[in-house]
């Protein structure tokens, strides 16, 4: 007797499609992403109006309400063309996303220059209008595809892979500026923020890493009772040794790659040696 077997292929299931370009969530995501370049634009940019202004005069200039509203725009506008071209939207997208930044404050203008809107107004008229500004113009292209990624320079793919010591040295411009010594407390922020961190990202489980973070907040806080208690100039330099022996810290987790993200322990590295750095120069300078 034969024995006849049948043989069934099994077909894999099709992978998941991604979500389509029009769908809500790209939109959310990408309504999401030019808050956050929005913010950081604001952030990053804001000091070197300063920085430029005071010694041509222009403080008081760009305190005015009118000047600080586009002043404002145009932090954000930058913030938000930078991410849209990494993201690869095409140069339409860009130039209506800067003009939703604008428009809505170039509107209120006129009435506050009339005497009909008071300053306060005009920031917060002009911020309210720009969130639907911004719907629209996502709306808009919510369907565009991206356009293929150019080739980079090398010089620029460099850069780009060191973007947190950059974002770091722009965060700091203002303390390399105008170097002062920092609170004692503030080094409570060091330990604090690795295990806030780890705890998120569930890598705090490994043998001996709890006790290693625990053992570092327990360092740092006794590092700033001791210069709160001290005071005077020896809490100065007690405060620089402290963001200065952090970076030690942040490069022994970078090297590991342990607890927090590579690029956050870069980018913690240079922002603890510069500020150690202005607090040491702040010493010196008194």
Do not use: K
Not at 10 to 35: K, T, Y
Not at 67 to 82: H, K, P, Q, R
Not at 208 to 223: D, E, H, K, P, T
Request: aromatic share 6%; with cysteine; charged share 10%.
């Amino acid at each position: 007797m034969t024995e006849t077997r049948t043989h069934h292929r099994v077909h894999p299931a099709p992978p998941s499609a991604p979500h389509p370009p029009g769908g809500v969530r790209h939109l959310l995501r990408h309504l999401a992403e030019m808050a956050v370049a929005m913010v950081a634009g604001m952030l990053l940019l804001d000091p070197l109006w300063r920085i430029a202004g005071t010694p041509l005069g222009l403080t008081a200039v760009l305190a005015r309400p009118d000047v600080a509203a586009l002043v404002m725009a145009t932090n954000m506008t930058v913030g938000m063309t930078v991410w849209m071209r990494h993201r690869r939207h095409s140069r339409a997208a860009c130039a209506e996303m800067a003009a939703a930044m604008y428009v809505p404050f170039l509107l209120l203008l006129v009435p506050y220059w009339a005497g009909l809107l008071a300053g306060d107004a005009l920031m917060l008229g002009g911020h309210l209008l720009m969130v639907p500004a911004m719907v629209l113009v996502a709306l808009r292209h919510r369907h565009a595809s991206a356009t293929p990624a150019p080739r980079r320079h090398p010089v620029v793919t460099a850069l780009a892979r060191r973007w947190p010591s950059g974002l770091a040295l722009l965060m700091t411009v203002d303390s390399l500026a105008a170097p002062s010594v920092l609170s004692p407390w503030t080094m409570l922020v060091l330990p604090a923020g690795y295990l806030v961190i780890g705890a998120y990202r569930r890598r705090l489980n490994g043998p001996g890493v709890l006790a290693r973070q625990l053992a570092g907040l327990v360092v740092w806080s006794a590092l700033a009772l001791v210069a709160v208690g001290v005071g005077g100039r020896t809490a100065a330099w007690l405060v620089a040794f402290g963001w200065l022996a952090h970076a030690a810290w942040d490069l022994w987790h970078h090297r590991r790659g342990e607890v927090v993200p590579r690029g956050y322990a870069e980018w913690c590295a240079v922002l603890d040696v510069i500020l150690g750095v202005t607090v040491v120069l702040a010493i010196l300078a008194a």
